[in-house]
């Protein structure tokens, strides 16, 4: 059955996790008619070390 793959920066609550993935079983149930207990959403966190064009987003400590 589907499986959706989301990749996420950290600092998500797990409410907002839960939501998210009760939404994209939702959506692919609405829109494939797949039952909603055979879809699985997989929400992978990232820590984010570069920000906007390449910038570290804290100092990085060269020594």
Same mark, same amino acid.
């Given at each position: 059955? *589907?499986?959706?793959?989301? !990749?996420?920066? +950290? @600092?998500?609550? +797990?409410?907002? +996790?839960?939501?998210?993935?009760?939404?994209? !079983?939702?959506?692919?149930?609405? /829109? !494939? @008619?797949? *039952?909603?207990?055979?879809?699985?959403?997989?929400?992978?966190?990232?820590?984010?070390? /570069? @920000?906007?064009? @390449?910038?570290?987003?804290? *100092?990085?400590?060269?020594?």
């Amino acid at each position: 059955m *589907p499986v959706v793959h989301v !990749s996420l920066i +950290k @600092g998500r609550t +797990k409410e907002q +996790k839960a939501l998210m993935a009760n939404e994209i !079983s939702e959506t692919i149930h609405k /829109h !494939s @008619g797949a *039952p909603r207990r055979l879809s699985s959403s997989l929400l992978t966190m990232w820590i984010q070390i /570069h @920000g906007l064009r @390449g910038e570290p987003c804290f *100092p990085i400590n060269n020594q």
